[in-house]
């Protein structure tokens, strides 16, 4: 299969980028639309603490039953059109893929069972915890890390798995030292050489996957990295214009899986994905306020601005005043998806209205909520796609998230106090000095990671 390139945006105008409709929609064998003009509830869920191991594989299973047919009934009572509920196998389901694909199985026959029975329209998205971490990982692309995961993805896309998903690790470990030391260049280096590298290496298999057994290869997220960037960014840890540079650098890496074949929805904790959307048209996931049960973030409403599923991010089995937290965090997003379809049908206006708000209730009070304001999105992503080449084309999302946050401080629309305005200064200024030639680049840098083994890169 050819490999997509992008020399434009999938959006011109801001007027037609907005939450439920994409311009390459996905249809689904159940009539579902994802991008066709429904915003739809995505669920994700997972266990409540415990031991994952062979004798508890039957508790395993009787939670994932109790999860999903809580959710499905929940859907029926509510007259939900239609929702999707994300399985994010944890590491003992992926290393042992057998495990995965049996609650893989489960959770598609329930959800197959109430569609026959009740007419509620559903779908199952599979995301394999990327195990490729650790001291006994022989290679990123070989061994029995890299074959486990595939197994997994094979296994429950056999078992009926509508949608293939993961949040890939390639560049992690050298990622996470740069967002310790703020050091935006081993932070682009992380996202562009090492981790679009890998991409191009996995999103062929998943896409291979996918093609032969009638599933869609959906999408991967930078959850390890802009999240992790922006969670800590939450704490004062770091600073929070260093974080809004990594989310936008991020679109570079996770526009892989589409160049590859991916077809959506991007999945959601990858927030970068509105920009995957306005360069590729492709319908995405996104998360924000519904997924505090998860983790918090400034960024809760303008995250809905574009999306065309709602996302809860995960939340565990466990007993809450209304019910199971599951059941609970799924009425919550179709809450929300109802006041976004019911806009949508009340016309244009009003459907860019909330879009608008969304994004300025927002937008003013964060960088990293300013830099996901889809007239943002449209603008930076229309200068990305000019340039080529990954290093280029992250150096660059780096040098613009900047100079849209310098801008929007001047002009007032965007609060930064002085340690940030300071940050933002000596950031963009090491970007500048970067040099344009990748090669240079990475050999200046690879011996500053301290963590990397170019070897497992075939570096």
Partial sequence: MAKQTYTKTAYENLSDFIFGKSLYPVQLKNGMSIGGG?????????????????????????NYKEIITGICERAKELYVPGFVAEIETLPPLTENPEWGIEVCKTVVDIVKEYEIKHGVKGAVRITPNDIREGNDLVHMWRGRHWDAMLKTFEGCANAGADFLAIESVGGKETHDEAVMYCDISKSIFALSVLGCTDMNKL???????????????AGDTACGFANTA???????YIPRVFAAAVRVISAVRSLVAIECGAKGPHKDCGYEGVYVKAISGTPISTEGRTAACAHLSPVGNIAAC?????SNESIQNIKLLGGMAPTVSFEQLVYDCRLMNEATARGPEAALLLRDLHADSDSKLDPQAYVLRPD???????????VDGYYLRAKKAAALAFAHMQRASEQGSLKLDDKELMWLENLAGTVDEMPDDVGEFTENIIGECEKLDPKKYDM
């Avoid at 574009?306 to 709602?310: F, G, N, Q, S």
Wanted: net charge negative; glycine share 4%.
């Fill in 230 to 236: 922006m969670v800590l960014a939450d704490k004062n």
């Fill in 376 to 386: 943002v999105v449209l603008e930076i992503s229309k200068e990305l796609v000019k």
């Fill in 306 to 310: 574009v999306a065309d599923i709602w």
């Fill in 203 to 217: 999103w062929p298999e998943i896409v291979g996957i996918a093609d032969r057994t009638g599933t869609v290869a």
């Fill in 38 to 62: 429904t915003v739809y509830p995505e669920v994700n869920f997972t266990l409540p603490t415990m031991t994952i191991q062979k004798d508890t594989m039957p508790e395993v299973i009787r």
